[in-house]
Nanobody, 121 residues
Framework: QVQLVESGGGLVQAGGSLRLSCAASGNIFSINAMGWYRQAPGKQRELVAAITSGGTTNYADSVKGRFTISRDNAKNTVYLQMNSLKPEDTAVYYC???????????????WGQGTQVTVSS
């Protein structure tokens, strides 16, 4: 089994910054895409940013130019640097990873437990 452990959420004023981290551990052969999603109360979970093992990134239009996703493949860790935060960024942020097991070479997807980000106006 693979575990994703997130950290770095919290309360920040509008215009501030936060950095989220997510570390994957377990019986992993390789990790393909890693990403951050968020879910605000009463809304569906949405993709915030994703990054492939080769470093190709993809962002939601609402965070382009403000958020930066990066990863350290040696540490199986993905980061989300969030700048110029807005109240509408308030949500629970979830880490996701698509990983391949060395036991059967199948690709699976796992989620972290979520970390709360609250931006006050």
């Amino acid at each position: 089994q693979v575990q994703l452990v997130e950290s770095g959420g919290g309360l920040v004023q509008a215009g501030g910054s936060l950095r989220l981290s997510c570390a994957a551990s377990g019986n992993i052969f390789s990790i393909n895409a890693m990403g951050w999603y968020r879910q605000a109360p009463g809304k569906q979970r949405e993709l915030v940013a994703a990054i492939t093992s080769g470093g190709t990134t993809n962002y939601a239009d609402s965070v382009k130019g403000r958020f930066t996703i990066s990863r350290d493949n040696a540490k199986n860790t993905v980061y989300l640097q969030m700048n110029s935060l807005k109240p509408e960024d308030t949500a629970v942020y979830y880490c996701n990873a698509d990983w391949k097991s060395p036991l059967d070479w199948r690709t699976r997807s796992s989620w972290g437990q979520g970390t709360q980000v609250t931006v006050s106006s």
